[in-house]
């Protein structure tokens, strides 16, 4: 099969490779998915789980991103809830070979059904920046209905998504980010906006919950913003702020096939947009990863 290899860190995304790889074979509890629409997430080459497996031997040529949506091909012995033929969507493990490839083998509790009316785009397009928000503001956050929220970065792949289901859930949406990124951020739900390049933090005055995505500074400033009992949630890796009387929970996004159904469910009802930018084919796809981003998630249409 075709996929997308890398074999060396510090190459980045130029080391990035279209090569030939032997297709995976079914093992117990996996499914094979042929794949339609894949992504990866902007710093995967970065993180170790890319190089190693989880005893940490180097598990060169990898085969990055872990969004997809397909087909199951094959089922492993001891699989139940899926069937050869269904489509699917999901979330594959960080320590395995991705999804920037035709086939993956991916344990069956990592999808949810792909329901036939969503496009494979949409449904690849849907996995991580939904379970990511769904999991921020509802697991960890807590998030309740008329609660005030700051969403980080909310023009972007993520934080858009934590807008959207935030307002839907009744809460009072503040997004942040760059100038250019203010409409983007009103369109997906933010009541009000926050230009992180001139307008100071300080002014939003308390929130109960902070969807962070950036860490550093920004995070360590936005936990003086939590009201008493308040949260922040980040996804961008431990932070040395802590509010005076509320929590700080970072977390990496997981699995999860009922938040998917949740989240598809809001986007067949029309209540639920996706962020995509640019979309291209696995042949182009070392390409579209070295040119200059736009924003927005990268879908690689590995079938037509
Ligand atoms: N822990 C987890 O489970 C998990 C899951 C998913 C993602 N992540 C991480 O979360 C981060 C965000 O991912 P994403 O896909 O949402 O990224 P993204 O689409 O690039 O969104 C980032 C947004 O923030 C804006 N921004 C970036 N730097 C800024 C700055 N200094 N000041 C103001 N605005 C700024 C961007 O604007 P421009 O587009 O103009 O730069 C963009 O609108 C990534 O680091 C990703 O790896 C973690």
Redesign the pocket.
């Known amino acids: 099969m075709q996929a997308i290899v890398v074999t060396d860190q510090a190459a980045g995304r130029p080391g990035m490779q279209l090569v030939e790889r032997p297709e995976p074979e079914v093992a117990i509890n996996d499914v094979i998915v042929e794949v339609h629409a894949s992504a990866m ?4 080459l970065s993180w170790p789980s890319t190089w190693t497996d989880r005893a940490g031997r180097d598990r060169t040529p990898s085969i990055p991103g872990h969004e997809l949506a397909g087909i199951v091909t094959a089922i492993g012995y001891g699989t139940t809830g899926l069937s050869v033929g269904q489509r699917v969507f999901g979330l594959t493990d960080w320590y395995r070979d991705g999804t920037l490839a035709e086939y993956v083998a991916v344990e069956a509790r990592n999808l949810a059904p792909l329901p036939a009316d969503v496009d494979f785009t949409d449904g690849a397009a849907l996995v ?2 939904g379970l ?1 928000a769904w999991q921020g503001l509802f697991d960890h956050g807590r998030l309740r209905a008329g609660q005030t929220v700051l969403v ?8 858009s998504m934590a807008a959207q289901l935030a307002r839907a859930a009744g809460a009072y949406v503040i997004g ?3 100038a ?2 203010r409409q983007a951020a009103l369109d997906f739900g933010a009541q009000e906006y926050v230009d ?2 001139k307008d100071k933090l300080q002014d939003v005055g308390n929130v109960d919950l902070v969807f962070d ?2 860490g550093g500074d ?1 995070a360590n400033q936005s936990t003086g913003l939590i009201k008493p009992g308040g949260t922040l949630v980040t ?2 890796g431990p932070i040395d702020g802590r509010p005076a009387n509320g929590s700080v929970i ?4 997981v699995a999860d096939p009922n938040q998917l159904n949740e989240v598809v469910q809001r986007f067949r009802e029309g209540r639920l947009r996706t ?1 995509t930018g640019n979309i291209s084919s696995l042949r182009d796809a070392v390409a579209t990863y070295n040119s200059a981003q736009v ?3 990268t879908i690689l249409r590995v079938r037509p």
């Open positions: 997430t902007g710093d995967e991580m920046p990511t980080h970065g909310a023009a972007g792949v993520v934080g942040t980010g760059r250019s990124g992180l390049e995505i950036f920004i996804i961008a970072d977390f990496v996004v962020n924003s927005g998630k």
